[in-house]
C-alpha cells in the first residue's frame, strides 16, 4: 500500500542555519511528489512538486527538493531558514484512478532566534 | 491563480444543528473537490472525493448520512455537517483538481473552524 513518512515530528533549527526535512515514501510506480506547508491559521500551499525530469526541483520561498528513486526519498531543504518559516510541512504522494493525495504526518519546523 | 475559497472560516453552533460549508474554486473549474479534517497538530485525513455530477466517495469509516457533499457545479462543492455533536467539532478544508488537467496537484482553501457546543 501507499505510504508517507515522515520521521521528524518536530524540529529546530536557528534562524539561518540550514534545513533538512525527510520524507520517505512508498508506491509502485513512478510518483508525483508534493510538499505542501501550513503555517499557523492558515491554509496549505503548495511548495514545490515533481513529476518527472530534473530530480533537483526548486520552488517557492528559497526551498528545493530532490527525488532519489533508490531511496525512495524526496527531502526537503532550504539553505538558510527565516522566522518565517515556522509552520507545519507536509510531504505527499499522489496516487490512486482519484487523484487523491497520500500525506505524511507533518513536521513541525520551530526556529531560534 | 488557481484560488479556492471557503466560507464560513469559522462556524459555531449547537449540538444537534446542521452546518453548511461551501467550498468555491474561484478562478478555475474543477472537476474533482476533496474535503479533508484535520485534528489538532495532525495531518490531514481525507473524508471524501467528490467529483462533479457524481456522486462521493467517502473514505472508510466516513459517515455519508452525517457528512452531505453536493457537488452541483465545476466551481462550487459543499460538506453539510448533519445533527453536528462536540465531537464533529474540527477543521475542515477542501481542495481542488482543475479539470483536464492530468496531475495530482490540489488546491487548497484556507479551511473552516468548526466548533459544536
Known amino acids: 500500500a501507499q505510504s508517507v513518512t515522515q520521521p521528524d515530528i518536530h524540529i529546530t533549527v536557528s534562524e539561518g542555519a540550514s534545513l533538512e526535512l525527510r520524507c520517505n515514501y512508498s508506491y509502485g510506480a513512478t510518483p508525483y511528489l508534493f510538499w505542501y506547508v501550513q503555517s499557523p491559521g492558515q491554509g496549505l500551499q503548495l511548495l514545490l512538486k515533481?513529476?518527472?525530469?530534473d530530480t533537483l526541483v526548486q520552488g517557492i520561498k528559497g526551498f528545493e527538493a530532490e527525488f532519489k528513486r533508490s531511496q525512495s526519498s524526496f527531502n526537503l531543504r532550504k539553505p538558510s531558514v527565516h522566522w518565517s518559516d515556522a509552520a507545519e510541512y507536509f510531504c505527499?504522494?499522489?496516487?490512486?484512478?482519484?487523484?487523491?493525495?497520500?500525506w505524511g504526518a507533518g513536521t513541525k519546523l520551530i526556529i531560534k532566534p | 491563480g488557481a484560488v479556492v475559497s471557503q466560507h464560513p472560516s469559522r462556524v459555531i453552533c449547537k449540538s444537534g444543528t446542521s452546518v453548511k460549508i461551501e467550498c468555491r474554486s474561484l478562478d478555475f473549474q474543477a472537476t474533482t473537490m476533496f474535503w479533508y479534517r484535520q485534528f489538532p497538530k495532525q495531518s490531514l485525513m481525507l473524508m471524501a472525493t467528490?467529483?462533479?455530477?457524481?456522486?462521493?466517495?467517502?473514505e472508510q469509516g466516513v459517515e455519508k448520512d452525517k457528512f452531505l457533499i453536493n457537488h452541483a457545479s465545476l466551481t462550487l462543492s459543499t460538506l453539510t455537517v448533519t445533527s453536528a455533536h462536540p465531537e464533529d467539532s474540527s477543521f475542515y478544508i477542501c481542495s481542488a483538481r482543475a479539470s483536464g488537467m492530468n496531475t495530482y496537484e490540489q488546491y487548497f482553501g484556507p479551511g473552516t473552524r468548526l466548533t459544536v457546543t
Open positions: 467528490s467529483n462533479e455530477g457524481s456522486k462521493a466517495t467517502y
Open positions: 505527499a504522494v499522489g496516487a490512486g484512478s482519484n487523484y487523491q493525495l497520500i
Open positions: 515533481y513529476f518527472s525530469g
